[in-house]
């Protein structure tokens, strides 16, 4: 071989072993979408500790960078690990050891369900969620009769699914001291003859929920992890909390301590006392993986149990001027929101109904003056009312929605708002053009807690059995793209988190998970052919299919 050649490889070759450092990860031969600011595609990251030190072409990665962890992806589909802007983690949690009444048809069903559970469980409390009336035949509420007949020993407690209404046994009732002359401000309690029918609406729940006994600390601390891994397997590296109290803040940063949490968490406290003692003077808290920089808040309850507070009255009840429930007094919403404004907290509102949401816009415009980055959020936006949307825009207000709500809520919700409001109602393409953003969450367990399922009605708007066809308000649905950011950068500028989380930059945490196929093409047809193949949080492997 000629010398000079010779000395040139020799020299290429130290050179290329001179050049390449060694870092603790490299992936490559994937489909990498970032999603920055440009929403480039890469073929190959390299990862030093929690972050990314590079990310890029394939040849680029494996020629400047070595390791002893090298992933072949594959062709693989690599995205920003997935955020989910609302939920309620805690909840689900203590829900995996409760009666899950999903999907159950009828009373009957329900009825046969809790049967089933007083055969395997000892405990004189049967604690279930899930029931939907809107789904049964006749669409009316259960009635408790039954509990006294079959299980006078038993309290009986089972949440419908939005957990904006409840069944509850009659020894409950006269365990709260309620009963048929009893009123709650911001709640209803449903009655027949004059006789309490078992169903409480919104604040008249809140007495019945104060004597439900604690689950004992290592039994919440199993279901916590059960429920941390559930999310890792549907591809979930950070969920926001809506609305915890001090006990259960205090539990998940002590466990997050232990690092026996990984999950990343963006929690909203409850308005309580002891939370504004505790937490309001001190100013917010955030840290890589809990930040707790807001207050979440109720205006009004739920459209399934008519709980929404509307600007015009129900379409489909009887009682004339029935327009919802007004759940925070007016006087107190807008004292809070001035004493936010002041700490630093965001204001996170619950507001369902077109007249909730009129009436916290209003109450935020006043606060914010006008453009700023507070971040306040309202969480839902279910029904706006067209002339409202500016506000969004105006005072930069962050709507923070659940796709998935439109899907489950479209065979009924027009009965309720009626022809000209339902034009209004989840209209989600219109609350991102304010502002250019919008956060995508489940509000799981009220919903699946599985992503996919926000990704198929935010981009075909149909359910998981395709109806309908053609898509529900289909002039509303939003691109991929725009839902890819909405449950990613979207949802972590939605938390303050936008330079820890949200994509795939250099610097940012190596949050990360791995599909088998391009979410682009998932329509409901195909769904089941989609899985995760690994979830990456910090660098480290922390779910891996058929493991």
Known sequence: ??????????????????????????????????VDENFSMAEAMAIQGDSILEIGPEHEILNKYSSSTIIDAKKKFIYPGLIDAHSHFMG??????????VGI???????????????????????????????????????NEWCDNLFPDKFIFLKRIDGHAALVSNNLLELAGIDENTEIEGGKILRSDGKCTGILIDNAIDTIQSLIPEIEAIQLSNLLKKAQMNCFEVGLTSVCDAGLDKADVEMLQEMSEKNELKLRLYIMLNPTDENFESYLSNGPIQNEQISITSFK??????????GALLNAPYADVQEE???????????????????????????????????????????YANELKGVNDKRWRIEHAQVVNSSDLQYFQDYTIIPSVQPTHATSDMNWAIDRLGENRIETAYAFKSLKNQNGLIAFGTDFPVEEINPLYTLLAATKRTDTSGNPEGGYQIKESLSFEESLRAMTIWAAIANFEENV????????????????????HLDAHNLDDYSVEMTYLNGKEVYKKNQ
């Open 321 to 363: 001027d029935y327009h919802g429930l007004l759940l925070s007094n007016e006087d107190n919403l807008k004292k809070w929101a001035s004493e936010l404004y002041l700490s630093g907290f965001q204001m996170n509102t619950h507001a369902i109904g077109d007249g909730a949401n009129r009436l916290m816009l209003h109450i």
């Open 501 to 520: 989380k949200g994509s795939l930059e250099v610097g940012k945490k190596a949050d990360f998970v791995i599909f088998n196929k391009n979410l682009e």
């Open 105 to 143: 048809e009828s009373q009957n069903a329900l009825i046969n369900a809790v049967k089933k559970k007083v055969e395997t469980s000892n405990s004189d409390w049967i604690l279930g969620r899930g029931w939907d009336q809107t789904n049964w035949e006749e669409q009316i509420y259960p009635t």
């Open 297 to 306: 808040f109720y205006c009004d309850g739920a459209l399934g149990s008519r």
């Open 92 to 101: 689900y949690a203590k829900n995996l050891d409760q009666l899950n009444l």
């Open 1 to 34: 071989m000629n010398k000079i050649l010779k000395y040139f490889i020799i020299l290429i070759g130290l050179n290329s072993c001179i050049s390449r450092s060694e870092v603790d990860l490299i992936i490559h031969n994937a489909v990498i979408f970032t």
